[in-house]
């Protein structure tokens, strides 16, 4: 079965910052590949996900993810964070086979200092 | 409005009790899932299922059982509870095995068992 890791557990920036967290899968498979993110005391919310075509994709709120195959990576970008980005961000792998299920890393934490 | 409905949203539960968390979509998906999130730990899968009439172990499936008698319903039982399984659950849905594999989610059920 596919695991996803995420490196980062707690991201403190100031707002105007510039935001990177990563992600990485282990899998051979096609995947498909999401970033969600729960806002405090809220459910998970769909921020983006990569299914086929340019491996760029941007989502709500001006967040952005590349997918490198040859990496394995699914990284989350923001070129400006806002205090209100302050949440935690989920990354996530469905595998088409054998199950079809779907996968999530652990979080990371993000605090935006106003 | 359409969605995925929960219940209860918080129980306290003495340990060796049993305890069946509901969730009910209405969005006529195929496949539903069943998460327990934990500090540090994420989103971990419990259960799935792809289809009605059909059911799957995840990452983390002791101690839990699930049924799939119709396409809306898919519960959740503790046979009998410890306090390992205290935590936030959440039940998500989407909408077929083919399709680019976006989760909806409910807004959680929070279970202690003491």
């Known amino acids: 079965a596919q695991s996803v890791s995420q490196h980062n557990h707690h991201v403190i920036l100031s707002e105007a910052a510039s935001l990177e967290l990563g992600c990485n899968y282990s899998?051979?498979?096609?995947?498909?590949l999401f970033w969600y993110v729960q806002y405090p005391g809220q459910h998970l919310q769909l921020l983006l996900k990569?299914?086929?075509?340019?491996?760029l994709v941007k989502g709500i709120k001006g967040f952005e993810a590349e997918f490198i195959k040859s990496k394995f990576s699914f990284n989350l970008r923001k070129p400006s964070v806002q205090w209100s980005d302050t949440a935690e961000y989920f990354c996530a792998v469905n595998a088409l086979f054998p199950n079809n299920d779907m996968r999530f890393g652990a979080g990371t934490r993000l605090t935006v200092k106003p | 409005i359409a969605g995925i409905t929960q219940a209860p949203t918080s129980q306290i539960l003495a340990a060796g009790r049993r305890m069946t968390l509901r969730c009910t979509q209405d969005m006529r998906h195929n496949a539903m899932y069943w998460y327990r999130q934990d500090l540090g730990l994420g989103l971990r899968l419990i259960h799935y299922?792809?289809?009605?009439?059909?059911?799957g172990k995840g990452e983390v499936p002791d101690g839990y059982s699930v049924s799939r008698a119709n396409t809306d319903d898919f519960p959740l039982t503790l046979a009998s509870a410890v306090p390992s399984q205290t935590s936030v659950y959440f039940c998500a849905s989407r909408a077929s095995v083919g399709d680019t594999g976006e989760l909806f989610f409910g807004e959680g059920s929070r279970l202690t068992v003491l």
């Open positions: 299922s792809n289809t009605a009439g059909t059911t």
């Open positions: 990569y299914f086929s075509g340019d491996p």
């Open positions: 899998y051979g498979g096609t995947v498909n």
